[in-house]
């Protein structure tokens, strides 16, 4: 059994902590698994990467609504059975889609990623630029693995540095690319807003980088620091996708908040 890190608090301090997930099912990570900890940490508040519009009251969700089926929420509902005060609360960005049709784009860039793959192939490339994409790979490979493993593996320190690497080179390197090569501005597509506008590869990724890559991030970090701020006092846990819980810990740091880890 994997023992949990001891939480010592002052009367004024809360444990806060970041637990990486699996959407859907894995082999070794589920709703029981998440269930597990939630059940080891015994939170007084659960904060979760959905919208207040799922919500039916507070501490309420709605019985129908999309991503219910998820790990996090069985595991949640299942505990809110066994322990009915503890508080749910959203942590994602409100609007999330409304944002993403306001900006144009979708929720996915890979037609971006296969342009950049013929680039590659026609050597086209520069050296530098061929490297990092490579590196890109690299790091996707690891992380697609990593999300094979079981909690303690997807929450280590290890992998939140091979995650950290990801969006690096995901969102900061790829982006340099796409603003190196004019093919990216030649081609186009028709954006999400109903107007049925158009967008260039160019401005589309650079606006998806930004907003997945830091926008949103940056939304549930803050509501994560903003229930920390209001509940001095409580232990919280936020559950979200793993490779979500790098970011959120480096933006709390900043702000001057540790988080515990419930894995040692």
Request: charge should be positive; hydrophobic fraction near 30%.
């Amino acid at each position: 059994m994997v023992s949990c890190t001891a939480y010592k608090r002052s009367s004024n301090e809360s444990s806060i902590v970041i637990l990486g997930t699996i959407h859907s099912d894995a082999e070794k990570i589920n709703s029981d698994s998440i269930y597990s900890v939630l059940s080891r940490f015994k939170p007084d508040i659960i904060l979760l990467e959905v919208e207040q519009q799922v919500f039916e009251k507070a501490n309420t969700l709605k019985k129908d609504f999309d991503g219910r089926d998820s790990n996090e929420i069985q595991a949640v509902l299942t505990y809110q059975q066994q322990h009915p005060h503890v508080e749910i609360k959203p942590a994602e960005l409100e609007g999330r889609n409304s944002y993403r049709k306001y900006l144009g784009i979708y929720s996915e860039a890979g037609f971006v990623f296969k342009k950049i793959d013929e680039l590659q192939n026609q050597g086209k490339l520069s050296r530098q630029e061929h490297a990092d994409y490579s590196l890109l790979d690299k790091y996707w490979i690891v992380t697609e693995e990593i999300a094979r493993q079981d909690l303690k593996t997807i929450n280590s320190v290890q992998s939140d540095r091979i995650v950290d690497s990801l969006m690096f080179y995901q969102y900061i390197k790829t982006k340099e690319i796409v603003n190196n090569h004019d093919e990216f501005k030649n081609y186009k597509l028709i954006s999400s807003r109903e107007k049925g506008d158009t967008i260039t590869f160019r401005e589309y990724y650079n606006k998806w980088a930004d907003f997945e890559g830091s926008f949103r991030n940056d939304a549930i970090a803050k509501n994560v620091l903003r229930y920390y701020k209001e509940h001095p006092t409580k232990k919280i846990i936020l559950l979200t996708g793993f490779k979500h819980r790098f970011y959120v810990k480096k933006y709390l740091a900043r702000q001057g908040v540790i988080t515990s880890e419930y894995y040692k």
